[in-house]
Nanobody, 124 residues
Framework: QVQLVESGGGLVQAGGSLRLSCAAS????????VGWFRQAPGKERELLGA????????FYRDSVKGRGTISRDNAKNTVYLQMNNLKPEDTAVYLC?????????????????WGQGTQVTVSS
């Protein structure tokens, strides 16, 4: 089993930045790929991007491309999402998820383990 805990959310003004963390415990973290998602009220959960187990491969959806960076520190069992130039429409609960797969990371169905999420609120 893998437990994931997100942190780093909060209230930020438009144009500001946040670094979200996803800390893992349980199964060997370095063997897991991790995705970042968000869900705003009344909207479907949206995949933002993902990083494979080694950190050698990442991808991003258009909604965060150029503003978001996913990285990982396997020694700390943590994956990060750095978000810059935040906009009010970025307001959502941000969640991380993990999978033993190294492919299909663009599909939420590929992920087996989910965190509870951290709230990000961007004021205009």
């Amino acid at each position: 089993q893998v437990q994931l805990v997100e942190s780093g959310g909060g209230l930020v003004q438009a144009g500001g930045s946040l670094r979200l963390s996803c800390a893992a415990s349980g199964r060997t973290f370095s063997s897991l790929s991790v995705g970042w998602f968000r869900q705003a009220p009344g909207k479907e959960r949206e995949l933002l991007g993902a990083i494979n187990w080694s950190g050698g491969s990442t991808f991003y959806r258009d909604s965060v491309k150029g503003r978001g960076t996913i990285s990982r520190d396997n020694a700390k069992n943590t994956v990060y999402l750095q978000m810059n130039n935040l906009k009010p429409e970025d307001t959502a609960v941000y969640l991380c998820a993990a999978t033993a797969l190294d492919y299909g990371l663009g599909y939420s169905s590929s992920y087996d383990y989910w965190g509870q999420g951290t709230q990000v609120t961007v004021s205009s």
